[in-house]
């Protein structure tokens, strides 16, 4: 039990004591990798959300439900546009603030 203990609290500052030992200092501020963040969205999670709203459409269009599969598809259609529209305005918002205000 102890010695559990003592691992957990060793394993918990390891890190610290790396970085000291490293000269790092703890001061230092962190940052968030966005970019990766949105290519690890672009990348990994986007084509599996599609994947799966294509089986769904596919399951039911060989149920015979086709008019449901269009206007799921027309939502989904819809909904990537909106997503893209948001996405270009993070990149574009700036200069368009700009172009408005000077």
Do not use: C, W
Request: no cysteine; proline share 2%; net charge neutral.
């Amino acid at each position: 039990m102890i010695l559990a203990e003592l691992s957990q609290i060793v394993a918990a500052h390891a890190g610290h004591a790396i970085a000291v030992i490293a000269g790092s200092t703890a001061d230092e501020p962190k940052t968030i990798n966005t970019d990766g963040i949105l290519s690890f969205l672009a990348t990994k999670i986007a084509p599996i959300l599609l994947a799966v709203l294509g089986v769904i459409f596919i399951g039911r269009a060989g149920k015979g439900e086709v008019s449901r599969v269009l206007t799921s598809s027309a939502i989904a259609i819809i909904g990537l546009v909106f997503i893209a529209g948001a996405v270009s305005l993070l990149f574009l918002g700036d200069s368009l603030v700009q172009l408005a205000f000077k």
